[in-house]
Structure formats: C-alpha cells, structure tokens
C-alpha cells in the first residue's frame, strides 16, 4: 500500500531531488514539466504524485516546504489529502473512508502479485484544458459457470485436524481474510473423533497436489463467535489465527469481507466437499453457482424446532440454493465461502457468507444455509483489525 509515513517520505524526497529544478517557487506559481505547464502544489494534495510514485516515475519539484516537496502538478483539479489515497497494481485510485474491513480490502487490493483492472479513478489527460483529470473506469466482471482452476479462488483454506501434517484429516473449508486470519464456521473448530482444527492449508487446489505446493500453517487461536451455542445454529462463524504471516502469492491471497450487505442474486461457493449424497470427498475445488431464495421460502425450508428456535433469521443468515437443478453445498464444504466479484476489482472475492449446515444435499429445490458475514463484520474487525490503524 503506499502511505506517506516517514520512510515513504524519505523515498519521495529522493525521488524528487533527482530531477533537476530550480527549487524556488512556491504554492500557486506556474511550473513547466514534460507533460505540459502546471502548477506548485503540495505533495499531499496533487493526486498524480502518488501514481507516479507507484510507477516509480520522477515528478518535478518546485521547493519544499519544511521537509515535505511542493511538486509542479498538472493535474485539473488539487485534491484535500492524498495520504487517504491507495494505488492498486493497476493504476487505479480509491479512497479510504476509515471503515476497517473496506479499507483493509483496499489495501489488499494495492498488494495484488499482479496488474488487475478495477473501478478506481485513472488518470485520463485533458486535451482542452491540458492537464489530469481523474475518472472512474467500470470493468464487466463475468461470473462464469465453470470448474474451479488453479488461482481462481486463492482465498481458499483447507482446515486439518491432527498432529501432523502427514496423519491429519482435512475436513473443513475457510477463507483467508488477513495475513494471518481464517474465517470458517464455528462448528469448524472441533470434530467430535478428531479433536479440535491444527492446521490450515493454503495454495493448493487438489487434495492430490504435491505438498511442495501447499502452504501449511499451524492454528496458534480459534476464536468463536462469543454467542455461537451448539447445538444452536445461530452464530455460526469463528475465526483462526495462524502461528505466522501468511506468504502472498498469486495462488493464496485474501478475499474482501461483505462490508456493504448489498443483496446478491446469486453467489458462489466452493469446498472439497463430497461430491453428492454418499459420495466420496472432492479432489478437485469444487465451485457451484447458486442463487438466493426469498426469506419466505428460507422460513419454509428452515422453520422453527429444537436447533433453529426462531426458524430461519434473515438478520444473520442467508439460504441459497437451486430451484430447479440439485446444486448445493454439502458434508465436508462447512466452513467455506458463500462469494461474489470485488465491487472494486474482478481479481478479488467478496465473502458473503459462510457454509453452516443444510439439509440431505443434492436434492433440487433445496437450499443451505449460510451465515450471513455482512452482521458480524464489526465483531471480525475488532478482532482481526483491533485498535486503531
């Protein structure tokens, strides 16, 4: 993420000092770059100045004021702080707004391994007025209907229970959030013959992948969600805390959390599942469309009893499901995302909920339930992001 704090500083003095200028002119007086005529203006209101940074180009500086450089900007318009600013891998511009899991998603997103388009301002040249304008480019994001592939979910946990890597069952599904948080359900965390989850998988997309590709990290914290009583299915959501930050690449990398709680049509989810009723647990990621039923109908397939004493809670679930094909979620896919395409970028997921039970799988008609992340994103933060930033 680029930040202006001290060291950032530094390397932005550097960078300036090396073009050459004459270092006496002020705010508001007219300056002369490659690109045409601009103005001085402080580093933090000329929204160009961190793009060029990013891409590692040298603007040009008029002086400096105390420490920190007036740079001649062309753009059309200064803005009040670029320090709230954050450039992902493919140019674009976002804003934080100082909620924690979209800021968080953001910054994540200016760490990608690769070039990515989003919908950040870019920087589009004025030919009339001849200088920077900044506008929001929208890139179609198609949500396909094909099989899970390497890469395409790197978000994706695999949850062990065991001493070792080696005699270890993988049971559970989960998501990466952070550098060293899990999301999974709650119900993930123990296995009644097991014992409790020890290890978390990442990286790899077959059971049957070479162990050179896994990421294994131990569990050092399993945090329920503090009103998660079982067997109650309310509640249904826990996070794990690894023994050590998480190596991003381009085949383990966070998702987004659902800080928005905008409605989805539709959603998809992913597990290592069992492929169907009394079928064996997936090799291969599995990935299957699904589309949201109305809380009428999540009420009717989830009414109220001994484990659900309320029925089906719209506040704090979802149901989602097939009306007409036997797609579903099923035993060994608890734990896993409910998701959808970043609002910000096609190469991010936004987890929407997160597997908690079902009914008999495979069946159309059917719908599995979810808990629904958008309730408990305040309670994540505070765990996973505590304090201040």
Request: hydrophobic share 35%; with cysteine.
């Amino acid at each position: 993420m680029l930040k202006f704090n001290n060291v950032v500083l530094v390397y932005v003095i550097f960078l300036f000092t090396t073009v050459q200028c004459s270092y006496d002119l002020v705010e508001g007086e007219i300056c002369e770059t490659e690109q045409g005529v601009g103005k001085c203006a402080h580093v933090y209101r000329c929204l160009s100045s961190i793009v060029d940074l990013k891409t590692k180009s040298r603007p040009a500086i008029c002086s400096f004021k105390k420490r920190e450089p007036v740079v001649c900007c062309t753009d059309c318009k200064l803005v009040n702080d670029t320090r709230n600013a954050i450039v992902d891998t493919g140019g674009g511009i976002f804003f934080k707004n100082g909620q924690k899991a979209r800021d968080k998603c953001l910054e994540n997103l200016s760490r990608l391994p690769y070039p990515c388009q989003s919908n950040g301002l870019e920087k589009v040249w004025d030919k009339q007025d001849k200088c920077n304008n900044f506008e929001t480019k929208f890139h179609a994001v198609v949500i396909g209907g094909q099989s899970a592939n390497r890469s395409s979910y790197p978000h994706m946990a695999l949850l062990g229970y065991g001493e070792d890597v080696i005699s270890a069952q993988w049971l559970c599904g989960g998501s990466l959030i952070s550098d060293r948080f899990i999301l999974t359900a709650a119900h993930c965390l123990s296995e009644t013959v097991i014992g409790p989850v020890t290890l978390v998988a990442l990286g790899i997309l077959k059971r049957s992948d070479p162990m050179e590709l896994w990421q294994i990290y131990k569990v050092r914290r399993v945090i329920k969600h503090p009103e998660y009583a079982p067997p109650s299915k309310y509640n249904d959501i826990a996070l794990l805390e690894v023994d050590r930050p998480v190596r991003y690449s381009k085949d383990v990398f966070p998702a987004c959390l659902d800080f928005g709680g905008t409605e989805h049509y539709s959603a998809e989810a992913t597990g290592w599942g069992k492929l169907g009723k009394n079928q064996p647990l997936a090799d291969n990621l599995q990935m299957v469309i699904l589309e949201k039923f109305s809380d009428e109908k999540c009420l009717k397939n989830y009414p109220p009893h001994r484990l659900l004493k309320k029925g089906y809670d719209a506040k704090t679930q979802l149901c989602y499901g097939d009306p007409n094909e036997p797609k579903d979620t099923c035993e060994g896919d608890s734990g896993g995302p409910l998701q959808v395409r970043s609002q910000f970028s096609k190469c991010q997921h936004t987890i929407i909920g997160v597997t908690s039970y079902g009914r008999a799988c495979g069946y159309a008609g059917e719908a599995g339930m979810y808990t629904r992340v958008f309730h408990y994103v305040p309670w994540i933060e505070s765990v996973v992001w505590p304090g201040r930033d």
